[in-house]
């Protein structure tokens, strides 16, 4: 029986291969990397979800979620048009309607532990959910969907398997090639892509789609982006000019020049920390992605490196450190953050402790509109106090553009009709974050449309492949 095959084992492909499997239908998921998990194993700062039973804050809504959302994708969102526009309103539409239920299937049906929650940049309210314990929220989501699947003997992943086409006979998507060392060879059935961005392919799709960020380190491993073999099949590619660029990868003191950095996470924003440049704040810390890297890119001054980064550094105090738990321990382990009492620390940032104590505590407005504070707990600045300080700099971190899918995951040719037999999930799709993705919404649209693309991709199968009845 032919099973439907899986591109990627990030988590778009393992939500879309937990829901395939309900349906009783094989899959055989191909991973080119030595071990399951992709960017997805390596999230730090959460998952985002509106209502849950974590997220206490009634003032949130999935309504303004979406307008959050559109907000953070700025003009390519808005300027779009005709069926362009409806088609990217139906995918936030799905993304941030569904965003509760995703978080619940997690936690519900996949025991993963969410309930510590967060507000990260370009949000109104706190709804990027991570777990309080030791693991990483990426960590902690893949091995439980790894292992739930694999107890199923309809479950199959080949690892060391690179795709390198995509079949396609009479208009319709039957199977991929691959190559595994030096074997070649093909698999059919129905495929749902699911193999991430194009972040870390400096030499290659970044190259041709913004040669201007050359140079610049990233958070993503050295690899191809695969939108080109999609394309092949007639796919239509959207908005991949649009690449965020995070603001705060970690500058290693022991390995400058790294091109692959280790992502501060924005979690040490949202749970209190702040930026200096030259021991000041120049920056709303809780503003988008996009916004926080223009101003870095503006104003900070260039480090004399070959590598294209900047000076600046994210400070803590300890109650945002005891917020962020096993990620600080992570972070000192690897000298990315030290330890400091404040008298200790150059006058400029003293000062800039004291005055932002006083933002917190409600003395003074923030003259650069931060309203939100996490945890930080530093009121007295005083000599002996402890805080926590990293050099870091902005990293290629996302890509937001990629294969044209519809809100059932269908891949979309040129002309905007759906392929047959291809469904597409997660960052190798593009058009639902436009120019900014918000922080925590690419894991939960990897659960959104990874999951449709499964229950999907699953329907075509039965109607078009199979015995298996619906
Ligand atoms: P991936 O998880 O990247 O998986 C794609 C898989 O496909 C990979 O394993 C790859 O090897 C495989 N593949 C690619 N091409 C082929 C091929 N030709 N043949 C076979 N296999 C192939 N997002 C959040 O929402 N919250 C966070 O906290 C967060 N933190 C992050 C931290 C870091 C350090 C990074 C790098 C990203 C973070 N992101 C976060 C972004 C998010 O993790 C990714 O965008 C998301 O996980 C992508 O998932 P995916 O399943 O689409 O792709
Ligand atoms: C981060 O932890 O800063 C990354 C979160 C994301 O990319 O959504």
């Known amino acids: 029986m032919s099973p439907i095959i899986i591109v990627g084992s990030g988590l778009a492909g393992l939500s879309a291969a937990s829901q395939i499997l309900t349906h009783n239908i094989p899959v055989v998921m191909l991973e080119r990397g030595a071990k399951p998990g992709g960017n997805s194993i390596k999230a730090s700062s959460g998952i985002n979800g509106v209502p849950t ?65 967060c507000q990260l940049g370009g949000h109104s309210c706190a709804r990027t959910h991570r777990g309080k314990g030791k693991l990483t929220p990426g960590f902690a989501i893949v091995s439980s969907l790894l292992e739930s699947l694999k107890g199923s003997p309809l479950f199959e992943m080949r690892v060391g398997v690179r795709v390198t086409g995509v079949v396609k006979e009479a208009e319709e998507v039957v199977g991929v090639e691959y190559l595994s060392g030096e074997e070649s060879g093909r698999v059919d059935g129905p495929v749902v892509f699911a193999s991430g961005g194009f972040a870390g392919d400096a030499r290659g799709l970044l190259a041709r789609y913004r040669p201007d960020l050359a140079g ?29 660029v995070h603001p705060t990868g970690f500058v290693d003191g022991g390995d400058v020049e790294a091109g692959v950095k280790i992502l501060a996470a924005e979690a040490l924003r949202g749970e209190g920390g702040i930026l200096v440049v030259g021991g000041k704040r120049f920056v709303n810390e809780l503003e988008t992605r996009e916004h926080v890297t223009g101003v870095i890119m503006r104003d900070a001054r260039r480090l004399e490196t070959g590598t294209r980064q900047w000076d600046v550094q994210v ?24 330890k400091a009492a404040v008298g200790e620390l150059e006058p400029e940032l003293q000062s800039t402790l004291r005055t932002y104590a006083g933002v917190v505590s409600g003395e003074t407005k923030d003259e650069f509109g931060r309203t939100a504070f996490g945890h930080w ?52 799709t593009g058009g639902l974050h436009g120019q900014n993705r918000l922080g925590g919404s690419s894991l939960l649209e990897c659960v959104v449309f990874g999951r449709i693309a499964g229950d999907e991709a699953a329907a075509f199968y039965k109607s078009h492949y199979s015995s298996v009845q619906a």
């Open 216 to 244: 610049i380190p990233s958070t993503n491993q050295a690899v191809e982006g695969t939108q080109p073999l999609l394309e092949s099949v007639g796919a239509g590619l959207v908005d991949m000019e649009e690449v965020q």
């Open 53 to 117: 039973r974590f997220q206490l804050d009634s003032t949130d809504s999935p309504a303004l979620f979406l307008s959050d959302t559109v907000t953070s994708a700025g003009g390519v969102f808005g300027n779009s048009t005709g069926s362009e526009k409806m088609r990217r309103q139906r995918l936030v539409e799905k993304l941030t309607g569904s965003s509760g239920e995703a978080v619940n299937w997690l936690v519900d049906e996949k025991g993963v532990e969410l309930s510590r929650v």
């Open 377 to 428: 707990g530093l009121r007295e600045v005083t000599p002996d106090a402890v805080v926590y300080v990293g050099q870091v700099t902005p990293v290629t971190h996302f890509t937001m553009g990629g294969a044209a899918i519809d809100e059932r995951s269908r891949v979309l040719s040129n002309q905007g009709v759906p392929i047959r037999g291809l469904w597409a999930a997660g960052e190798v």
């Open 315 to 338: 400070v803590l105090d300890e109650g945002a450190a005891a917020a962020l738990g096993s990620h600080m321990d992570f972070y000192l382990w690897k000298g990315l953050l030290k």
